[in-house]
């Protein structure tokens, strides 16, 4: 019983702890970013920042670090999201990011191309990216 | 194993260390070269095949009210018995990627208010000039107030259905038009800025008689502002409107008055601002609709506040809608048939069952549909005597999702 409630109280901890940061190819030219920049790439109302066109690309849904991207940067739920993009598909406004399958393939998709914009738990930026902006 | 291969070849078994190592991470190299390419590929799949996405509302509606004969019913088509027609609608998306520019979309649209027969809701062809300019042409959705554009997607709003006396007051829904849209940020603000220009035939609905108001040289502008959890929006449209004399007629205006109503002038002026921090809901809109001629103009407006507790959305909505500019020289009976006054409370809860389906209850009370000046039956529509009192309630049930 103990041991269950440790292993209870350590995933929250690591929930609570998960610490998203955005981060673009080491070779963008972008620099930091503001917290409105990025509100504004990941609600599809900004497509060019500083200069630089910018295409956001989503964890997947469900994931711990999405969840805390979207709550901490964006002060919305999954749910609030999805509600969000429903207005901007059905009226011809946008599309939400498009999403990757895996940590993984966000290290590589935003290491390989400049114009991509991600978010990743910070313990797994790679030296092929940036970090443009933390929480 | 990887070493037992590798040993039991001679010409790997002669080469140095170094080289095997040196090999070995060639191929790692071009292992991780063929993977990114597998990923552009599957990206590029995504950017070019057709998206399809849908939404669909089921709901039930029921009205109280009194009346001393016929029947009545809501706007909505809410009535005595419970009924599962009024509130169920839905629609698929198709948006094809042409070129990199170049999008057409097509939204097939059905609804139990119309017998679930299909209709094209949007077909257009949008380009995209640059980052910052886009062009619509083609059948779209009139951007008239805030939430004009999605208003049959439940999913997309907190209300089980948006306050008609902002919603319902011009039922303009399709248009066949040509839009332009220009998004710009000045520092922390975003905007959108967009002009339409086309022209629609307009059904007036149940309340007078389906009478058809033809709206030619269609045209508006929009501009819309974003920053943090604020949206400010501002919207004026004219066109000019003409509805045949026979159907004047069967809406109650008698012919013996020798009205007509020939491209008259006629504006919708929206200003609308929300707050959302995912904390707190707050909606609020005013709208006018003003006719340049006899037929009675209105004014409405509507005031929202909910709070998200979880999965939980209590909210609270106050509503009013009141003729402007009634002209006294025509009969009474007239302009209580055109005119429209009504006040609303209405009390709401949405929960979210999963991340794509909400399910909401809401109750609305009517009230105030005559005084002094203007004696009518606010959005209901009456068969035999008008309503007894002078309030009714309408109870709303229903299930939004999107796909």
């Known amino acids: 019983m103990k041991r269950i409630m440790f292993s209870l109280l350590l995933m929250l901890a690591t929930t609570v702890q998960a610490d998203p940061v955005v981060v673009v190819s080491a070779n963008s030219s972008l620099g930091a970013l503001t917290q409105d920049e990025v509100r504004q790439i990941f609600n599809g109302q900004a497509r060019r920042v500083s200069g630089v066109s910018v295409k956001p690309l989503d964890l997947p849904s469900r994931g711990d670090a999405r969840e805390a991207f979207y709550q901490q940067v964006l002060g919305k739920s999954a749910e609030q999201m999805k509600s969000y993009w429903a207005r901007m598909i059905f009226t011809g406004r946008g599309m939400p990011p498009r999403e990757v399958s895996s940590e993984q393939e966000m290290v590589m998709l935003v290491g390989s191309n400049r114009n991509f914009v991600g978010y990743l738990d910070a313990s797994q930026v790679t030296p092929d990216l940036k970090v443009v902006y933390r929480p | ?403």
């Open chain 2, 1 to 403: 194993m990887l070493g037992a291969t590798l040993s039991a070849s001679p010409l790997w078994a002669q080469t140095p260390e170094s080289d095997l190592q040196q090999r070995l991470l060639d191929y790692e190299q071009r292992l991780e070269q063929l993977e990114k390419q597998q990923f552009d590929k599957t990206l590029d799949d995504a950017a070019d095949r057709i998206r399809i996405n849908g939404f669909l509302s089921a709901g039930v509606s029921r009205a109280e009210l009194e009346t001393t004969s016929g029947s009545a019913s809501y706007i909505d088509g809410a009535d005595d018995t419970w009924s599962h027609d009024s509130l169920t609608r839905a629609g698929v998306q198709f948006n094809a990627r042409l070129s990199d520019r170049a999008e057409a979309v097509v939204q097939l649209f059905a609804s139990g208010a119309d017998e679930f027969n299909a209709e094209l809701q949007w077909a257009y062809l949008d380009y995209q000039f640059s980052d910052a300019v886009s062009v619509k042409a083609g059948r779209i959705v009139a951007p008239f107030y805030m939430h004009s554009q999605y208003i049959d997607v439940g999913y997309a709003y907190p209300w089980a259905s948006l306050p008609a006396e902002v919603y319902q007051l011009a039922p303009v829904k399709t248009m066949e038009a040509v839009e332009a849209s220009w998004r710009f940020t000045t520092g922390p603000v975003s905007h959108r800025l967009s002009g339409f220009w086309g022209s629609s035939t307009v059904d007036g609905g149940d309340r007078v008689a389906n009478a058809q108001f033809q709206a030619d040289d269609l045209s508006g502008l929009n501009f819309t502002s974003y920053w943090r959890n604020w949206t400010l929006r501002a919207a004026y449209s004219a066109a000019d409107v003409s509805v045949s004399q026979d159907d004047l007629a069967a809406a109650g205006v008698p012919p013996i008055l020798g009205l007509s109503f020939d491209e008259v002038y006629t504006y919708f002026a929206g200003l609308g601002l929300q707050y959302d921090d995912g904390s707190w809901f707050f909606s609020a809109e005013k709208a006018r609709l003003d006719f340049g001629n006899w037929y009675p103009s209105s004014e409405s407006g509507y005031v929202t506040v909910g709070k998200y507790l979880g999965k939980w959305m209590p909210m609270v909505t106050w509503a009013e809608v009141n003729p402007r500019d009634l002209d006294r020289s025509l009969p009474a009976a007239l302009n209580n048939g055109l005119a429209e006054q009504q006040k609303s409370w209405t009390g709401g809860l949405r929960y979210s069952l999963s991340e794509a389906i909400a399910l909401k209850g809401e109750v609305s009370y009517y009230y105030d549909f005559s005084d002094s000046e203007v004696s009518t039956s606010g959005f209901f529509v009456t068969e035999g005597a008008p309503l007894e009192d002078d309030h009714a309630t309408v109870i709303r049930l229903s299930a939004d999702l999107v796909f």
